[in-house]
């Protein structure tokens, strides 16, 4: 192949739309096919790693997800009591080149979206086309499409590579792993909610997780404007375990399944701190959406001939430690680097070369999720003081702390060193 590969992306969100900007940048063309047939802003928070705020940057679209969330200053730990075992700063404040952003999960595909248009033009995201399947030859892939609604039958795409960004339910992955059954369940369910409120919780640029493995809150604020007028829109996250691991999980894993808080304020309701009301946060916030924690084995490759997974299609993981979108965006920037790389235009080698850097270390971060290394010390502190404590110092130490959460952003590529 002596020209720049076609490349057709299935999956509209942040993966898809971000490997779009980044090709672009590159000089490549692409195109995004993606099954909704409106681009809203669905969902609730989510963070922006320094290793991810830095693509970001290159891409040019840094400053609108700034301008757009909050640049987080600092993550705490508490234990089930609400007291404070580590306090440690996060993005510019802890000396990164890049910040750590908490974002409204629709804002960040709006500002993707937006800028995918304003570059490669309004055609570059075809919307309502559901990838089905797919087949290839040596030379060229021909990705088959449906309207997801009614089943009905799009016109067939061709390209030289198909890179299927299309979510833990991936039609691809599908394909070539037909016997993998249904995503792998930790036995915990989360409930996600955002709540606007008068005062920032914990100045407002903190980011918090309190609690165990086995029940926990995680919140941190998500709006600028919000902030800016002196109130917050705070997100926030419940989870509890109900159910034993490698069981099958109650419902489809879907981030729009609408619940109550009556579903897990029982398990809260004497979790009242004095920086924090949980059962009266979660009156406020009225409305969840459920999700089981699911993730998926990592796979023995990712790559079939002119077809390859990124993002979660190929590395579903627990979300623990804000890693999931992050991951998937180096993905973007691993792939891009390859196949400009390839001077020689052999796209075997390039997304072997891509494969080879992000296959082992994504399937490290997932394993590194299922142990809840991100948030270990909360186990830690819970065994050796159930009761809680009048000092931390007495329970553990500040350098053992330190060394847990060092751990895990070495493991997650995200240490201030590897940047």
Known sequence: MNHPPEIVIAGGGIAGLTLALALHDAGITARVYESTTTLGELGVGINVLPHAAREFARLGV????VASGVELERYMWFNRFGQEILAEPRGRRAGYAWPQVSIHRGALHRILAEAVRERLGHGAIVLGHHLQDFAQDDARVQARFVDKASGARRAAVECDLLVAADGIHSAA??????????????????WRMTVEL????????????????????????????HKAAGGSLFNWIAEVKVGEPETTPPEREDWNRVATVDEFLPHFADWTFDWLDVPALARASR?????????????????????????????????????????????????????????????????????????????????????????????????????????????????????????????????????
């Open 62 to 65: 840094l400053d609108r997800l």
């Open 173 to 190: 992955r599908r394909t070539f792993y037909p016997d993998e059954g249904p995503p792998r369940w930790a036995g915990n369910m989360m």
């Open 198 to 225: 008068a005062r920032p919780v914990l100045g407002g640029a903190t980011m918090f997780s309190a609690g165990t493995g086995d029940i926990k809150v995680v919140g941190y604020e998500i709006s600028a404007a």
């Open 287 to 419: 409305q969840a959406f459920a999700f089981p924690m699911v993730d998926r084995d990592p796979l023995p490759r990712w790559t079939h001939g002119r077809v390859t997974l990124l993002g979660d299609a190929a590395h579903p993981m627990w979300p623990i430690g804000s890693n999931g979108a992050s991951q998937a965006v180096l993905d973007c920037r691993a792939l891009v680097d390859a196949l400009v790389a390839d001077a020689a235009g052999d796209l075997e080698a390039a997304l072997a070369a891509y494969e080879g850097e992000r296959r082992p270390a994504t399937a490290a971060v997932v394993e590194a999720n299922r142990s809840r290394a991100h948030d270990s010390m909360l186990d830690l502190v819970a065994a050796r003081a159930p009761a809680g404590f009048e000092r931390i110092e007495d329970v553990v130490s500040r350098a053992e702390l330190e060394a847990l959460s060092a751990s895990y952003k070495q493991t997650a590529r995200f240490a201030r060193e590897q940047l």
